[in-house]
């Protein structure tokens, strides 16, 4: 990709948790924190300014989709949603979403559950699976593919193939499990976003509860291991 790689921003989910990660900078919030009828306006804009150079087909269409994937994130209690769109060397454009939970689990063996998570999501043969170690613990892997359908106001509908991948991390001690899901219809640049994810896997961290260190997203020694574990 051709887009600068400034510092990523940082993003700290509720206080309580103590858990962070740092974001790819390239990635553009879709409002997920926001009520719906903000959200929607604050995406309509941010679509009409990224796609300034397209038709209104394809800011509409893809506006849709956004509203789609943020409306979806939000009933599942996501702490994050954004989206990624950049010009590659090939002058093609490429994009991608990207969307973050913290859910409540029981994740004092986070071992244990890595396991029973790998063993329910090789269930599907669609899945792609495999467990790798980050810093902050073990990590579970899934990479798949889907078929989505969006519909703009002027009821056109328009199929998107996309490739997903997820890492499922139960953090030791915080009861919580972090899903980090990015996706693209964009395929050719899947492998791409799949080592994207793995260094944002890699930045995870937790705290003591009441502490907090500086988190620097710097590479560590585990760097290099976790992106090939990534493939």
Known sequence: MTTPQPEPAEIFPDEPLDIRWVLPAQFHSLGVDLPEQER????????????????????DTVATWYNDIAATAAEDGAVYSGFLLAGTEDDRVTVATLVIQADEADTADA?????????????????????????????????????????????????????QASAYIPVQGADTLVTMTISTPTLVDFPEYVTMLAALVETVEYDTPGTRAAATGQAGPDDTRLLEAFG
Not at 45 to 50: G, I, K, L, T, Y
Not at 123 to 141: K, M, Q, Y
Request: glycine residues 6%.
């Open 40 to 59: 929607e306006a604050h995406i309509a804009e941010v679509s009409a300014e990224v796609w300034c150079g397209g038709t209104q087909y394809q800011r």
């Open 111 to 163: 071992e244990t559950v890595s396991a029973a998570i790998l063993d329910m999501l090789s269930l599907d043969p669609a899945n792609e699976t495999f467990r790798t170690e980050a810093p902050v613990g073990p990590v579970v892997v899934a990479l798949s593919g889907s078929l989505a359908e969006v519909t703009d106001d002027e009821g056109n509908t328009a199929k998107l193939e996309l490739a």
